[in-house]
């Protein structure tokens, strides 16, 4: 460990004298004119300098904003830049929000609904570091379903369908009242760079520094860090049937100058795809002909600090489930010559595909349809599972082959978005990009897809981009202890050729990474660096000790099983000898709860009374002793990631005995750890032997240093 900060001291030196000693280039960094360090002294990306003028950009309705720098900036108003900006704020750094419209800020441009699996497990981990998203839906859900029940509480999907106005309205209402956070309505062309001193780019070290961004009437804003979270506005494009519309989504322009900016950066970008259904009117569809399905009474709420939604449980809206027929098979294949989206060979998303993908990997299949409601006073359906693109024609015509939408009326036809993203290998694991130094990345523009994934990232991103300008260490969290490090490191290490989505099998180490003690893993570690509020700190303290209380009490009560099935009425059906109450509560096959305990102590009748504590005492119960187990797992990853590679390692070096072909694939990748570097597809045993081996020696070299 002295070691691995022996690295990150020299390499956080060796920065703070290149950044605080810029100077004026007069040439091209690799086709892009780089910032000067002189007073003032700043350039477009694009070279265009003389058309730079300060920033006096307008806030919201027209008010000129005040300043003219902050410390971080963040571009777009999605559920990225949304996390992104409020945590900056929380961490204390003046920040600005640069949308194109503040009232499409928290829009829900795709399906109405928030968490499945693993897509609830990052709600959670969201909540547990003070993000907004799971406290909004808490005020702006409208039907709350827990998925996976059948199964273990380490893989249950926390969902809930979310009335779209009141989703967008709360937010905006959260974000007003955080301070440190200005917002404005306009569009960032380009970049501001500073070169570092030498004027040298090394391998594995940014190029440049992020000193600002260009609105796109010419004013500048200056910042210490800059976080861009696009979605798929970046050079989007939007398709029905052979039109195709230049946007990011339905009426909105795309960002275009950001796109050739990072281009000339020579960041390496891709293009990727999706799609979203068309939306019917609720009351053309005939309800009969579908299958109901109710929410849950009581609700279960995303947010630790919620004790229950907004919503009471018998005011909840339903869902309904209708099957395709085979009959669309015909309608589908006699469009695709007029359907553009799916002749493009741009990756789509595999877990979510358009109907069309999915009649043609599939033929001869049912495949479900779910019925959601967009909202209490909408009079919207949003058809889940019937994402299309063929002309708007031919979508009416296809509905109306589907039991329950025979008369149905669309009211807007479904599309696909094209637009181009960021291989996230260029990141490192706090989402800043290597080539260039203060730079972050967050949302669709890294490669995912979905409000969740987008939100973890975001809020990732504005911590770090705070901790970069207010000179903190920032916020890094491995696969071992959240599913955001699983994202992360999943993006980073592997990179994605498609739109990465959450699924808990992605996750190593389920048992310990439930959504149940997300606050136990993660908050503690965001008060530490500042993005976790006092209120929130102190709810885990007193939950924290709750829980300690609780397991201390279950794990002294140690009677023979003979006891136990006097004292609980339970068949004696198990080897006898001595068991504690926590794993008598733990026995799945006995159904034993805290209230049957009651009778037997008085301090067991305090802990059923909080049905939150409560639960989470059964699921420690039944996951204790596999925990433990795990837990070693878990403790060898953490070793081989505390082998820490360098940032600017070379792995062209002579002494390391690589064949070229892994050489090329460790250089692309940079990973941070030789954990990640395991991860690697096409990396042997046999070379991560070699470097283990290097790294070691480098280590031992740097320890005789000392």
């Known amino acids: 460990m002295l070691c691995k900060r022996m690295w990150q001291w020299c390499r956080a030196a060796r920065k703070v004298r290149r950044v605080c000693d810029c100077r004026k280039v007069s040439g091209e960094a690799g086709g892009v004119r780089i910032a000067s360090g002189e007073a003032g002294g700043v350039w477009r990306v694009s070279g265009e300098g003389g058309g730079v003028r300060r920033a006096s950009g307008k806030a919201g309705g027209g008010a000129v904003a005040e300043r003219t720098a902050y410390d971080v900036v963040v ?130 070290e940014s190029l440049a520094k992020c000193r600002g961004v260009v609105l796109g009437d010419g004013h500048v804003i200056e910042s210490q860090s800059v976080v861009i979270t696009t979605g798929t506005f970046l050079r989007g494009a939007i398709n029905i049937g052979m039109d195709v519309t ?154 109306r082959l589907i039991p329950g939408l025979q008369h149905c009326e669309m009211v807007t036809p479904g599309y696909g978005v094209e637009y181009d993203y960021v291989d996230p290998r260029e990141l490192n694991s706090q989402l800043e990009t290597q080539r260039v130094c203060g730079l972050f990345l967050a949302g669709q523009i890294n490669g995912t897809t979905g409000y969740e994934e987008a939100a973890a990232q975001g809020l990732l991103a504005g911590v770090n981009a705070a901790a970069k300008a207010l000179g903190g260490e920032g916020l890094t969290v491995d696969r071992t202890e959240s599913y955001i490090g699983v994202l992360v490191d999943d993006l980073t290490t592997l990179g994605t050729s498609e739109p990465y989505r959450m699924f808990t099998s992605r996750a190593e180490f389920r048992l310990l990474l439930r959504p149940d003690n997300a606050d136990l893993r993660l908050t503690e570690k965001g008060y530490k660096v500042g993005c976790v509020s006092e209120e929130r700190h102190e709810h885990l303290t007193k939950t924290s000790q709750k829980l300690s209380e609780g397991l201390k009490l279950l794990k002294g009560d140690v009677r023979s099983i003979s006891s136990w099935t006097r004292l609980l009425g339970r068949p004696q059906n198990i080897t006898p000898r001595k068991k504690s109450a926590l794993q008598i509560l733990g026995l799945a096959s006995w159904e034993v709860t805290l209230q049957c305990l009651a009778p037997l102590d008085s301090r067991y009748s305090v802990l059923s009374e909080d049905g939150v504590i409560a639960e989470r005492l059964k699921i420690e119960a039944l996951y204790s002793d596999l925990v433990e187990a795990q837990n070693e797992e878990v403790e060898a990853m953490r070793r081989d990631q505390a082998l820490v590679i360098p940032h600017n390692f070379d792995y062209c070096s002579p002494a390391l005995s690589l064949s070229n072909e892994v050489r090329g694939k460790l250089s692309r990748a940079r990973p941070a750890t030789i954990a990640a570097a395991s991860r690697i597809e096409g990396i042997t045993p046999a070379a991560l032997v070699v470097l283990l081996r290097y790294v070691k020696q480098k280590q031992q070299q740097y320890s005789e240093l000392l």
């Open 75 to 204: 571009v777009g108003g999605g559920h990225a830049g949304t996390e992104a900006c409020a945590a900056a704020a929380r961490m204390g750094a003046r920040t600005l929000l640069i949308t194109h419209k503040k009232n499409t800020i928290g829009e829900m441009s795709c399906n109405p609904s928030f968490g499945g699996i693993g897509k609830g497990h990052l709600l959670r981990e969201i909540d547990a570091l003070d993000g907004l998203c799971a406290r909004v839906c808490d005020l702006s859900g409208i039907s709350y379903h827990v998925l996976n029940r059948r199964k273990g509480p380490a893989v249950w999907g926390l969902r809930a369908q979310i009335d779209r106005g009141l989703y967008k309205n709360n937010l905006q209402e959260a974000l007003e009242k955080v301070p440190n956070l200005t917002i404005i309505e306009a569009a960032v062309e380009d970049l501001l760079l500073s070169e570092f001193q030498d004027g040298h780019h090394r391998e594995g």
């Open 246 to 399: 230049p946007a990011g989504r339905m009426g909105d322009k795309p960002a275009i100058g950001l796109a050739n900016t990072l281009e000339r950066l020579k960041f390496n970008l891709g293009r990727l795809k999706t799609g979203t259904p068309p939306r019917l009117a609720k009351n053309t569809i005939d309800y009969s002909q579908c299958q109901i399905q109710d929410p849950d009474n009581p609700p279960v709420p995303f947010s630790f600090l919620t004790r229950s939604v907004w919503i009471r449980p018998e005011d909840q809206l339903k869902c309904h489930l209708t099957y395709t027929t085979l009959e669309i098979e015909a309608e589908i294949k006699k469009t695709l010559h007029l359907n553009r989206h799916v002749q493009e060979e741009t990756s789509g998303p595999r877990y979510c595909p358009s109907i069309e993908s999915k009649i043609l990997r599939f033929p001869g299949r049912s495949h479900p349809v779910w019925l959601e409601p967009e909202g209490l006073d909408s009079s919207l359906v949003y058809p889940q599972g019937l994402s299309c693109t063929m002309p708007a024609e031919h979508q009416q015509a296809l509905l």
